[in-house]
C-alpha cells in the first residue's frame, strides 16, 4: 500500500524526536511493508544512515511479536566526556535471532547519487565553476500538477502579541534577514562571506551570528521562523538536533544524517539542505585524482562524513576512519559498506596512529587546531606525520587560523596542503544558491574571508 506524504513525515518525526536516526526512503520502505495485506517475513534492514554524535541516546529496536521495546546506552563520544550519544544508525535485532555484527562487505550494489533538488537562475553568470555538477547537479523544479497539502511541524511556536500575524499579512512580510546558529561562534566569519555575497547580487539582505546552545535551540527556532528571516546555516553541535523541526529534508541532508542550510518559506515551513559535501569537494583542485587513493579522515563528525561522502562518491579505493571510540564507529561501518560496497572501510584508534605510509589524502574534520579551541595543538604529532609518502596531500577543513599546526607540520615536510578556507566559500555559495536561487560571487566572498582571518 502506498504511504501518504503526511504519514511518512509524522513518523519521521515521531522517530527524530526519539533518538532513532532513519532515512526518509528507508523509513518509507519500511511503512509501505508494515501495512501490506499479508505478514511480511522477518528480515534484518540494512542500517539506515549517519546520525551525530551528539548529546542525545543511543536507541536500538528489538523486534516482538506484539510490540517494541526501546533500549538505551550511552557511550563516550569522539572528543567529550561519557555522555548518552546517538549512534550512526538504528539497529533492528530479531529477539529470536540475534546474529553478530559481520565485518564482511555486503554483496554488490551501485553507490547512490543525489541531486540537491533546489532552483538556481541560470541566466546569472560570475567566475564561480561548480567543479562538482558530474554526480552533484542542479536541476529547475517545474511545478507539479497536483500541490500536496502543507505539513506543518509538530513543533509549532506559541504564537504571542508580539509575533502574531494573520496568514495574508506573513506573505506580505518580505523575509530579508539570514543567519548563522550553533556553539560556540566567536570564530566565525559567516557574516563577512554572507553579507560579500548578498552585496554581489545587489541584495540588500542581512546575516547575523546568533549563538545557540543545545538547550535554546526550541526557543531560537521560534524566534526565527516568527522574526522575518528567510533561512539559517547550522553548525556544531546543533546539525542533527534542528532536523526535528523541519518540514522537509533535501536527499543530501537525508544521506548524509545531517544539515547546515534551511530555508524558511512564506509560511514558516522550513526545508534542511546540506551543503558540506559539495563544499569539500569543490575545494580540492580538479587536477588531483581521488580515484583508487587510500583516503584518512580524522574524528566522526559530521565534517566527516561529508568528507567520506564526497570521497566514496568519487571512487576511491579506501577509507580509513581514525576515531577515539572504535566501537562507537561499527554501526557507521557497517552503513558505509552497504551503501558503497565497493570501497574498502576500516576503523582505527586515533591515540595510536604510528604509520600513515600508506595514506594519500589524509583530513582532518575534528576540531583540534580551531581558533580559539585548541589552536596550539595538532591530530596528529610530527613523528607520525612524517611517515605520510611523498606526494601525500594534507586536508585541514578547519579556516581559522587558514594555517593550523597540523598544514604547518605538513608544509614542513613537502606535502601538498589544502586548508578550510575555500571549503568553507564554496559551501557558503550553495547556501545562497538554495536561499536566492542565484549564484553569489566567489571571489568576492573569498576576499572578505581572508580581510577578516
Known sequence: MTVSKEELFARYKQLKSEGVSITLMELKKQMEAESGDSPQPAEQPQHSGFSALSHTPQTSYVSQPEQQQVQTTYQNSDYGNSQPVSSWSTTYISRQEQPAISTEPPQHQEPPHFQPQYEVNQTVQNNYANNFAPIFSYQRISPQPEQQPVQTSVFQPVVTDETAQTPDSINQTERTKYCLIGYPLGHSLSTYIHQAGFNS????????????????????????????????????????????????????????????????????????????????????????????????????????????????????????????????????????????????????????????????????????????????????????????????????????????????????????????????????????KIWTGRIPDFKDMKIAALENL
Do not use: C, W
Open 201 to 432: 547580487l545587489n541584495l540588500n539582505y542581512t546575516y547575523e551570528i546568533l549563538e545557540t546552545p543545545p538547550e535554546k535551540l526550541v526557543d531560537r527556532i521560534k524566534y526565527l521562523k516568527y522574526h522575518d528571516f528567510a533561512g539559517f546555516n547550522v553548525t556544531i553541535p546543533l546539525k542533527l538536533p534542528v532536523t526535528m523541526f523541519l518540514d522537509e529534508i533535501d536527499m543530501s541532508a537525508d544521506l548524509i544524517g545531517a544539515v547546515n542550510t534551511v530555508k524558511i518559506n512564506p509560511d514558516r515551513t522550513m526545508k534542511g539542505y546540506n551543503t558540506d559535501v559539495l563544499g569539500f569537494r569543490n575545494a580540492i583542485p580538479r587536477e588531483i585524482t581521488l580515484a583508487n587513493k587510500t583516503i584518512g579522515i580524522l574524528g566522526t563528525g559530521g565534517a566527516a562524513r561529508a568528507a567520506i561522502t564526497a570521497f566514496a562518491l568519487e571512487q576511491v579505493k579506501q577509507i580509513k576512519i581514525y576515531t577515539r571510540n572504535i566501537p562507537n564507529s561499527i554501526e557507521l561501518l557497517n552503513y558505509l559498506r552497504s551503501k558503497f560496497p565497493n570501497i574498502e572501510f576500516n576503523a582505527y584508534q586515533i591515540q595510536s596512529i604510528r604509520d600513515l605510509s600508506d595514506i594519500d589524502i589524509l583530513v582532518n574534520t575534528t576540531p583540534i587546531g580551531m581558533q580559539g579551541r585548541a589552536a596550539d595543538m595538532t591530530p596528529v604529532e610530527e613523528p607520525e606525520l612524517k611517515t605520510l609518502p611523498q606526494g601525500a596531500i594534507v586536508y585541514d577543513v578547519i579556516y581559522n587560523p587558514k594555517k593550523t599546526v597540523l598544514l604547518k607540520l605538513a608544509q614542513k615536510y613537502g606535502y601538498k596542503t589544502i586548508n578550510g578556507v575555500d571549503m568553507f566559500i564554496h559551501q557558503a555559495v550553495e547556501a545562497e
